[in-house]
């Protein structure tokens, strides 16, 4: 289950399978070369993280957040996030350091060439820094409400601009290195506000589900047709 799960995940925040389309069990089961009962599984897994939305005698669906839960949500990872770095401010091993400093490599990298997979490592980034604090529950927080905020930026949000993020994350990266914690915390609400004011990608034109998922099913080594 938690490869479809991962494969499933992917998709969605990369914006593969859109705010609001409906997840077919069976099509998708096909198409990942698994049961239906493994699809439920990993629907019920995205659920819990607010990427999925589970009708009654509907079915599933990528979740599509209103706009007054966009707020919240934008207002609830702020903090959040702000609580982040005051518990890393000056405590980053060299490891650590040295991992945030590829990952936004990696994010450099991918600017200009793949919008989807962009978005994807700026999400990851957050996560990063809620995984190195240690805190079990502050980090679980963090990925749902980062994950939400790909789908809300989908819906609501103008022009992404990669370049903006990979240079915010770098200015974050030395303000935690030099233990400055207001000046962290500062850069990651003034980060975060930027993040709520930029889109994502602009409107696709609809695709078979099987087309969509194809490539995420290849990533996990799932029995696709």
Not at 42 to 66: Q, W
Not at 141 to 169: D, F, K, M, N, T
Request: charge should be neutral.
């Amino acid at each position: 289950m938690l490869a479809v799960y991962r494969a499933l995940r992917r998709a969605i925040l990369e914006q593969a399978l859109r705010p609001g389309l409906k997840l077919p069990e069976d099509s998708i089961g096909e198409q990942l070369g698994v049961s239906r009962t493994l699809v439920r599984e990993a629907f019920g897994r995205l659920a819990i993280e607010g990427l999925v939305e589970l009708k009654p005698n509907r079915g599933a669906f990528v979740a599509y957040p209103s706009l007054e839960e966009a707020r919240d949500v934008f207002e609830v990872r702020s903090a959040l996030e702000r609580q982040v770095v005051a518990n890393l401010a000056g405590r980053l091993r060299d490891a650590q350091i040295a991992t945030l400093e590829s990952h936004v490599r990696r994010e450099a990298e991918a600017q200009g060439r793949d919008g989807p997979q962009s978005i994807r490592l700026a999400g990851e980034f957050h996560i990063l820094l809620a995984e190195m604090t240690g805190n079990a529950l502050l980090n679980r927080y963090v990925q749902e409400v980062s994950s939400r905020c790909s789908l809300i930026l989908a819906i609501y949000g103008r022009p992404h601009s990669s370049e903006c993020a990979v240079s915010e994350h770098r200015q974050l990266i030395e303000a935690l290195k030099s233990g400055d914690t207001a000046k962290a915390e500062r850069l990651m609400h003034h980060h975060l506000e930027a993040v709520a004011s930029r889109a994502l990608l602009a409107h696709r034109s609809e695709q078979d589900i099987a087309e969509l998922l194809a490539p995420y099913a290849r990533s996990e080594g799932l029995n696709a047709p």
